[in-house]
């Protein structure tokens, strides 16, 4: 394969995180196992592919439960009710049905030029300094002013609401008492801008969600269009940074990959794919369900009122599923990963991620073929280990 090298992921320094769970039986791909979340709950941890597939789409394991006072969480807060994450059906399929077509391949194309011309505006920026750092000169900008062009928030406001949303997704899990500030903070900031008192351009996103909320039935409360547009804030912008810039680590961790993305750009998409699937966000990939009625898996029968676990990180290296599961290959075919869920929970998010990622691999590898990490000794490399997310805070490269 590429180069004549093959090259596994678990030979990546640093880049499997330590999940947030403590384990009480081991999980097997054939036997259902038990961990102990954040919140001190048992839950059934599922590993097993098609168990996890069958787990998020079945509509008795719900997620409301979870996010209750008391309720098994990997979170130390609640979060807003009215947020996806938390909805169930059949709420959650008429939100979802409102934003469905705004978050497509087809209704994002618009944004794909948008992305060109960001990559290559902070690509020149970053070529003239001595030290690059291809995290802080171009991947912090692009995520950040792609999302304020989706969404119509004004790019002057990119400090105050980053400056949160960081805080947010990447805090210490130990101080919740400055984590719950911080989000009423961002919260706030998002509910100004959908009862219109704060300015935002009326071409983005918050302004068509707020006139077209009737078109949902019943209409589209407040609460629930500040929760709409605040997983946006969130996921668009902190999420989708923190997967783009562990695959693009790890594909410049293997220089054989990254020219061959150089020669050969028509396999960046296949690549992103088989990146995607081996890459988790943070300590968690899912977030536990109530099961209210006994759910029969291949692994084990999982009782009413029993919390479960649904660990796409893990389905995703099924052997059963990838041959040879460690192995990045993005030759492989059929390639269904669970990184963005599957069913009713598969994240509102992707296409943007796939967008952007893969915009920004293809104009770097075309631009860049000998673009190297400047770290010789990887344990130097800096990361942020955040209650959601983790990833390298820095990328100091030569170019």
Known sequence: ???????????????????????????????TGIIRLLSGHEAFHVINYQDVKKILMDKTCLRSPSNEIGGPSVLPTLTPKELLLNLDFPDHTRVKQFVARDYSRSGLKWLEP?????????AEKMALKKQPDLFTDL????????????LGLPLEDKHYFR?????????????????VHRFELLYGYVMEHVQDKRHHSKDGLIARFVQNRENCQPPLNDAELTAILLGSVLGGDQNTLTVMTKIIYGLLYMPGIWRQLHDEPTLVPAMVEEMLRLTNLGS?????????????????????GAAIHADVFLANRDPAVYYDPLLINPYRENNQHLQFGYGMHHCMGQELARLEINTVITLLTRQYPQMRLRHDNLNDQPWCEGIVLRRPDALPVII
């Open 1 to 31: 394969m590429m180069d004549n090298r093959t090259y596994y992921i678990t030979d990546i320094p640093h880049y499997d995180p330590q999940m947030g769970y403590e384990i009480i039986k081991a999980a097997t791909y054939q036997e």
């Open 114 to 122: 948008v992305i060109t011309r960001l990559v290559q505006g902070y």
């Open 139 to 150: 991947l912090d900008h692009v995520t950040a002013d792609t999302n304020c062009t989706l």
């Open 163 to 179: 400056t949160l949303n960081h805080i947010v997704q990447v805090a210490d899990p130990n101080d919740v008492e400055d984590l």
């Open 284 to 304: 968690t990939s899912t977030f536990p369900r109530i099961v209210t009625q006994d759910i029969q898996l291949d692994t084990g029968v999982i009782p009413t």
